[in-house]
């Protein structure tokens, strides 16, 4: 007996299904890294930690999309957002071009933005990706998530959902994070408090 082919509808709705699971997957917000993190959540998916309670970042570092080295490590003295995301994540897109307008914005005020590309098997998407929304910040590539492990050890956060951002204070102490995508006006509430501290 020949297997018949798939209706159109048949196949529509399994489109439709795969699609919302990765976007779910792509945008879910799983919280932690194990321990007290001393993080205050707001209503708006904001976490912050106040000053004195802060844990400094892991090692970040490693080569970006464009071959080039870049360590976070350089960037002591700024504050640095960082911004992990995939090529293959609906939100990803939709949150890239208020990332590259705050990053335009915020450069002249000591704000550093980094992307981690993570979870990125294809090398040529990600550059796709930077070219597409013209990004004014490089992003370090990541493909096994390795990065995204080293660089936030336990007690301090979890990067495991894609896009997930946080920023650090000048003295590279984990300030403020938030799990899934966000806009420009969540963007500001994230670095705006850190600017004014001395």
Known sequence: MTPRPLSRAVALTAIVTLGSLSLSACGSSTSGGGGQTN????????????????????????????GKHL???????????????????????AEAPYFNKVAKEMKTKGVEFVGINARDGN????????????MAYPSLYDPTGKLLLSGFPKGTVSLQSIPSTVVLDRNGEIAARALGSI???????M???????N
């Open 191 to 197: 670095i705006d408090p850190l600017i004014e501290e």
């Open 71 to 93: 360590d976070i490590a350089d960037f002591q003295g700024k504050i640095v957002v960082i911004n992990a995301w995939g090529s293959w994540c609906p939100p990803c897109r």
């Open 123 to 134: 090398k040529g998407l990600s550059k796709e990706f930077e070219d597409d929304y013209d």
């Open 39 to 66: 993080y205050v959540s707001s209503n708006e998916g904001i976490s912050t930690v106040t000053e004195g309670e802060r844990k400094p970042v892991g090692p970040i570092k490693g080569e970006t999309i464009q």
């Open 183 to 189: 806009d420009d006006n969540k963007l500001h509430k």
